[in-house]
């Protein structure tokens, strides 16, 4: 089956540094990624979609540049969470559809999510 | 929320019991999917139903679509303490993008 790594799988930092967050598909090429955030007992929030060769599209309240998104290949993207804050402590988890299923939303395949804590 | 509601927002039953949780949401879409999330862990794929189902089987899973009411259900037959997880719906919102919103999520504690 298809499988999307994420790393790291958690982070600890301090205010004010950047921290670089990978999702790679391994075994297939993805055009599209999407990253969300969850905080503790909530939901999913779709933060961005990230597409390969182009800029990202952010979702409407999510700041681009404290949220960088860089798509350099079909199998990895990677989000930058820049001078990173305690309020940005979250969840980050992404979503990669394949190539192969361009057109629909039925073969989308997740990361198992990144823990970041900022002190 | 981005999408909707889940509702109850935590259930605990026993193990053998049923759970269902429900789902609404407020646009028109392309097909509603079920996931699962452990603690502190990735989501898990569960079912995926089309706008122009109604009802839907997977094993131990049973998922109805009601497109008038905006609404589906996920139901978990004879649960067990392996199931204990969030839940969580997620719609499309009629795009074909790719791009997933989801509802607030179901916590479902299941009693040895």
């Known amino acids: 089956g298809a499988v999307v790594s994420q790393h790291p799988s958690w982070v600890i930092c301090k205010s004010g540094t950047s921290v670089k967050i990978e999702c790679r598909s391994l075994?297939?090429?993805?055009?599209?990624m999407f990253w969300y955030r969850q905080f503790p007992k909530q939901s999913l929030m779709l933060m961005a979609t990230s597409n390969e060769g182009s800029k990202a599209t952010y979702e409407q309240g999510v700041e681009k540049d404290k949220f960088l998104i860089n798509h350099a290949s079909l199998t990895l993207s990677t989000l930058t969470v820049t001078s990173a804050h305690p309020e940005d402590s979250s969840f980050y988890i992404c979503s990669a559809r394949p190539r192969w299923a361009l057109a629909t939303n039925e073969k989308l395949f997740f990361g198992s999510g990144t823990q970041l804590s900022v002190l | 929320s981005q999408q909707g509601e889940e509702d109850p927002q935590a259930l605990s039953i026993q193990e053998g019991e049923n759970a269902t949780m429900n789902c609404s949401y407020k646009?028109?879409?392309?097909?509603l999917q079920w996931y699962r999330q452990n603690s502190g862990r990735g989501l898990v794929h569960l079912i995926l139903i089309r706008s122009n189902e109604r009802e839907k089987h997977s094993g131990r899973l049973r998922v109805t679509l009601d497109t008038s009411k905006k609404s589906s259900s996920l139901l978990i037959t004879a649960s067990r303490a392996a199931d204990t997880a969030s839940y969580f719906c997620?719609?499309?919102?009629?795009?074909?993008?790719?791009?997933?919103?989801f509802g607030r999520g179901t916590q479902l504690t299941v009693w040895p």
């Open positions: 075994d297939f090429q993805a055009t599209t």
């Open positions: 997620a719609t499309d919102r009629g795009s074909t993008l790719g791009r997933l919103y």
């Open positions: 646009t028109s879409i392309n097909n």
